[in-house]
């Protein structure tokens, strides 16, 4: 622990990475204050937050075998309390965003399949990528494709002829590609579905009262800096950034520079 320590500590000091240093600092000192004291981790699988059984997929088609194109995983999905497949990269970024949506309730991968008549009259199958559900009652149907071969694959022409023949299948039917999905917005989905799991009602009832006394914008290092702990300070703050307590006015990755308004109850 002490190696890892002065590591951390002579990086930090050359200048490299300064703030993250300092955090991971914090985090490692208050892990070693904690296994001093004989204090049990958290990290354990008798916390719910931090492990949770889940329940298999429902995924209605089965994955592809063989693809250039193809990066399989299985990506936790909270809103069925499930594991969710994704078939490449690409959709398991598009997921990540779609999780921390504040006005997403459910996301199914890959419902079932709809048949359609194509323009050669030809009875054909399809199933979306995601099937999503919001808190106003609308479902939004979406396949995710890498722009270089969303021509090709013709995935417009099978929305239109879907919509037409199915109008009441979903409300909206839409593509995503590469150029829709932000880096940052992943990192930032990241970060929040991360916070999550550390969810700490003490922490964040301390930035609360914090924040009531409080107006304006104020950058996010300033916030943190309001606490012993960075790592929990930086945890509180990215859950009411969760909550829509705390309003991001800067674009790009969220970090100790970032601006963020306090948005007061109405």
Not at 113 to 124: F, L, P, Q, S
Not at 162 to 184: L, N, W
Not at 188 to 202: G, H
Not at 238 to 254: F, H, M, S
Request: aromatic content about 8%.
């Amino acid at each position: 622990m002490w190696n890892a320590l002065n590591r951390i500590r002579s990086l930090a000091q050359s200048g490299l990475c300064r703030c993250r240093w300092f955090r991971l600092l914090n985090c490692c000192r208050e892990q070693s204050r904690q296994d001093q004291v004989g204090k049990e981790t958290t990290m354990s699988n008798d916390n719910f937050n931090f492990f949770k059984s889940r329940k298999p997929s429902k995924r209605s088609r089965k994955g592809t075998l063989k693809s250039s194109a193809s990066s399989r995983s299985f990506y936790p999905n909270d809103t069925l309390d499930s594991w969710a497949f994704c078939e490449s990269a690409l959709e398991r970024e598009f997921l990540t965003i779609v999780l921390v949506h504040p006005g997403v309730v459910e996301v199914q991968e890959q419902p079932e399949a709809v048949t359609y008549i194509d323009d050669d009259g030809k009875e054909r199958t399809h199933t979306f990528d995601f099937l999503i559900r919001l808190c106003d009652g609308r479902t939004i149907v979406v396949d995710v494709k890498a722009d270089s071969r969303r021509l090709k694959s013709g995935i417009d022409e099978v929305h239109r002829l879907i919509q037409a023949q199915h109008p009441g299948y979903a409300d909206k039917f839409i593509v995503r590609t590469d150029r829709e999905i932000s880096r940052d917005g992943v990192r930032n989905a990241e970060l929040i579905l991360r916070a999550r799991t550390l969810w700490d009602e003490e922490a964040i009832e301390e930035l609360r009262r914090h924040l009531a006394s409080m107006h304006g914008v104020f950058r996010l290092a300033s916030l943190v800096a309001l606490f012993d702990s960075e790592a929990a300070g930086f945890n509180a703050v990215l859950n009411l950034i969760d909550a829509q307590e705390l309003k991001p006015v800067t674009r790009g990755r969220i970090n100790d520079n970032t601006e963020l308004e306090i948005r007061k109850a109405a």
